[in-house]
Antibody
């Protein structure tokens, strides 16, 4: 059974940094692109970024490019989201998810439970 | 970026009704569209991928269709478990985008 467990969320001051982790199990992690999606309180879903199975290709939404960095460690079956220069508008629940196929363009079939990031002074 | 316009934003329906939710893309997306269901406090759940393909394990009362840049999710014979918020998402090109969501409420 596929499991994705996010961790690392919490309260951080504007301008601060946070590193989210997503631990995966139940599938061949090293064969799949991974994604992060966020949801501000009471709002809709926003795609944040995707990382290729080997970590050599990454895509980001414009609003986080240059501030957030995706990485992964296939030996640990984990994907990470390093968030720097955080702003109030980054406050959200952050979900990691798997792309269902082996392409950069596919739906998100498994999701973690999410971790809450709150940016506030 | 490709914009996804989803409507209605809210829909009131009764158990047994058939409901339709629509998403319109600002440009062609080659049917690279997914539909998700989300319940309060929970992660989204994939229902439909590639516009009309039912994800494994999803009830057959959910169906998707496409016509040009307009995409439709149909829920036939609405069940109590179906009251939730639904999102479309295009994955044709980066940056990926979601629709604004449709909340299906009990009438």
């Amino acid at each position: 059974e596929v499991h994705l467990v996010e961790s690392g969320g919490g309260l951080v001051q504007p301008g601060g940094s946070l590193r989210l982790s997503c631990a995966a199990s139940g599938f061949t992690f090293s064969s799949h692109w991974m994604s992060w999606v966020r949801q501000a309180p009471g709002k809709g879903l926003e795609w944040v970024g995707n990382i290729k199975e080997d970590g050599n290709e990454k895509y980001y939404v414009d609003s986080v490019r240059g501030r957030f960095t995706l990485s992964r460690d296939n030996a640990k079956n984990s994907v990470y989201l390093q968030m720097n220069s955080l702003r109030a508008e980054d406050t959200a629940v952050y979900y990691c998810a798997t792309l269902r196929g082996f392409s950069a363009y596919d739906a998100l079939d498994y999701w973690g439970q999410g971790t809450l990031v709150t940016v506030s002074s | 970026d490709i914009q996804m316009t989803q409507f209605p934003s809210t829909l009131s329906a009764s158990v047994g009704d058939t409901v339709t939710i629509t998403c319109r893309a600002s440009q062609r997306i080659s049917n690279y569209l997914a539909w998700y269901q989300q319940k309060p406090g929970k992660a989204p759940k994939l229902l439909i991928y590639k516009a009309s393909n039912l994800e494994s394990g999803v009830a057959s009362r959910f169906s998707g269709s496409a016509s040009g840049t307009e995409f439709t999710l149909i829920i036939s014979s609405l069940q109590p478990d179906d009251f939730a918020t639904y999102y479309c998402q295009q994955y044709n090109s980066y940056s990926w985008t979601f629709g604004q969501g449709t909340k299906v409420e009990i009438k």
